[in-house]
């Protein structure tokens, strides 16, 4: 499978203050956004002939300084054959789009290459509830709501019903943009919990919850059969670790209940996911997962637009692993899909900070959402502490948006001369 994954995307909003200081009016500016920024993409699956039509089209440019189209370096054919870099203009991309579009055999590259440059937008507005999510502008905040007795973070502080909807409406009032509320804990080595059980311990704070905030909840479970009542009593997102892998059955109770859903990475399962997890290519494996979650769901009836993925940080991944993928996290963009990254207390932070257990990771959980946020590379985070969290993504998101450097960076008004 062709999959092409922007190693650079510059966003319009990196090119805005220049813009502004350079005095262009706004269709000068609009103008540049399409001639300027620079695209390099990763491909890999290249089949032969399209690795020759990518190399013949620069080759045969007779554009001055052949620059019609992107510049094409192949990748070592021996040890890595079908992969390559494209560098280049996003009009140079659109023209090989437009070329690879009117040639059948080549529609898949044509795909792969459009999403890249589809890549820079913000994902669609996502309704939950009665709220609607836009992104870009700002990083949104999902609160954790254990009810278990061994969850990693909290040691079951919170596993009492009264408790947990007490923390509940606690991070609520914090600022939670989203309440995720689960019954079995997920850390490494926890063996599942009956659907019995778990139902037990989440349907009275759900019920709790729906009652007493208009928050919007979700409900972390990979069981068709927890899911489907956590929906009716008021949950309206359905957030499983699985990726709809574990249970055939969830993505059809999500799409009939009109559901969103969030579907995460992880190699193995919770008893097994740490058990020396290894990879070849760590991101395009979990792009590779993903896409066939979201093809799951979107085959059960969920609308695509109703579709989240998280790449799954701490579920079958070493630290090296954590680290790159917090780092490429602009490759998942591809998807086109509101980006939920989940990163609070966990143990690769333990291992960056010397060893600190769970309930001192607050400071290292801070400084990995505000890194998150300042490069937009996160809509959603999940976190324990939200009042902390909230704190940090308005600075961060903050600085990532200013634009107010005095007044030679007002926008100007006119037209572009000829």
Known sequence: MIRARPVR???????????????????????LAEKLPALHVLLTGLEREQGRFLAGLFAASEAPGREEFPAWVAGDQGSRPGTGLLSGRKEQFERVVAEAKARPELAELSEALARVLEASQPPAPLVLGGRTFTFGARTHVMGVVNVTPDSFSDGGRYFGIGAAVAHGLRLAEAGADVLDVGGESTRPGSPPVPAEEELARILPVIQGLRARTDV?????????????????AGAVLVNDISGFLFD?????????????????????TPETMQKDPRYEDVVDEVLAFLEDGV????????????????????????????????????????????????????????????????????????????????????DFVRVHDVAEARDALVVADAVRTALEGGS????ARGKVRD
């Open 295 to 378: 093809a799951r769901a979107v085959a059960a009836g969920v609308p695509r637009e109703r579709v989240l993925v998280d790449p799954g940080i701490g579920f079958g991944k070493t630290l090296g692993h954590n680290l790159f993928l917090l780092r490429r996290l602009d490759e998942l963009r591809v998807l086109g899909l509101p980006l939920l990254v989940g990163t609070s207390r966990k143990g690769f932070l333990g291992k960056l900070t010397g060893g600190k257990p769970a309930t001192e990771r607050l400071a290292a959980t801070l400084g990995s959402v505000a890194t998150l946020a300042a490069a937009g590379n996160a």
């Open 9 to 31: 995307l510059d966003r319009l909003a990196d090119l805005e203050p220049a813009f502004l200081r350079m005095g262009l009016p706004t269709p000068a500016r609009e103008y």
């Open 248 to 268: 055939s059955e969830l993505p059809r109770v999500t799409a009939e209940a009109g559901a969103a859903c969030c579907l995460m990475h992880i190699q193995g």
């Open 216 to 232: 919007p909840l979700s409900v972390d479970t990979t069981k068709a059969a927890v899911a489907r009542e956590a929906l009716k």
């Open 408 to 411: 030679l960076y007002q926008p």
